[in-house]
């Protein structure tokens, strides 16, 4: 995935999943991680969170990003519910939402959210939340 | 045609919310879209609104925040959040008008100490079309923040029920 250089890194190829309710949105979270330099070899979509479990029991990928308020399964649900999907132990998740209350922080952190991004946000910001979690620093 | 009230009158009881209610827009468009909301020179009417974004707030906060403004305006948000030619934006328009709303709705609450935690947002809903106004079942007041987004009029409006 991503290999340390120093303080620089060689980046690799990625699968992402990337969960939100709005098709918008989940191209512009896109385009951010490629504006950030990460490369993905392959880009799933999922409107919810029930969608995404759906992709993950097919699929492994290395990098989730997740709103929290969607219809059917919220962000917080998916992730409780990714513990028992063994294709996705591991897999880091950032959450990507408009919900940026202390509470909501602390929420996703404690069911097992690797990063917190708010919007709105630039794709410097994806960058400096994703790539240290991809490196294995955070 | 309502004329839109750049400066609201003194006794309303949120009116220090206007500023806030403006930069939470403002943000919005500068990082998602990457562009300068300005400030019109003259009132604006609802007369060329056609779209409009609404996201409920409930809990500390009870109300409606609301984005209108003509489809072409609409149509050329959508193109920039998607980085796409305008002539080839489709039906996103209104999904993104409504991820607008909702990112403003979002950054306004949690610029005010106690709504952050406090006020839930509910999913965005987008109505179109040419002859339509929008009915509070009380009557509620409202902040309302004319802007111009690349010289088309942009309507925000918070309805305030408690």
């Known amino acids: 995935m991503f290999l340390p250089i120093g ?31 990460i490369e993905m070899s392959q880009v799933f979509e999922a409107g919810n969170g029930a969608e995404a479990l759906g992709v993950l029991q097919a699929n492994r990928v290395d990098l989730i990003l997740c709103d929290i308020n969607m219809p059917v399964m919220d962000g917080l649900e998916f992730i409780k519910q990714l513990a028992t999907v063994e ?21 996703a952190l404690a069911c097992g959210a690797r990063g917190y991004i708010r919007k709105p946000f630039t794709a410097d910001q994806v960058k400096e939340h994703v790539i240290p979690i991809l490196a294995g620093k955070l | 045609m309502t ?43 609802e007369a060329s609104v056609n779209i409009t974004g609404m996201v409920g707030l409930a ?33 996103e328009v209104a999904d993104a008008l409504g991820e607008v709303c909702n990112m403003a709705a979002g950054n306004f609450k949690n610029k005010i100490a106690g709504l952050s935690d406090g006020c839930m947002l509910s999913p965005p809903s987008v109505i179109t079309g040419n002859d339509y106004n929008i009915h509070s079942v009380t009557e509620t007041p409202y902040l309302e923040v004319g802007l111009l987004f690349e010289n088309m009029p942009l309507l925000v409006c918070l309805q305030i029920h408690s």
């Open chain 2, 3 to 45: 004329p839109v009230d750049q400066s609201p009158t003194p006794s309303h009881p949120h009116q220090d919310w206007i500023p806030l209610l403006e930069l939470a827009t403002r943000e919005v468009f500068e990082l998602m879209l990457g562009c300068q909301l300005v400030k019109p020179t003259t009132p604006m009417t």
């Open chain 1, 87 to 107: 294709n996705a132990t591991g897999t880091p998740i950032v959450m990507i939402t408009t919900e940026g209350s202390e509470a909501h922080v602390v929420q």
């Open chain 2, 59 to 91: 809990g500390a906060l009870s109300g409606v925040l609301s984005i209108g403004c003509d489809d072409k305006a609409a149509a050329l948000m959508a193109s920039k959040m998607l980085g796409i030619e305008l002539d080839k934006v489709g039906p």
């Open chain 1, 7 to 37: 303080d620089e890194y060689s980046l690799m190829s990625i699968r992402t999943l990337i969960v939100d309710d709005s098709s918008v949105m989940r191209k512009i979270v896109d385009r951010s991680l490629r504006q950030a330099g």
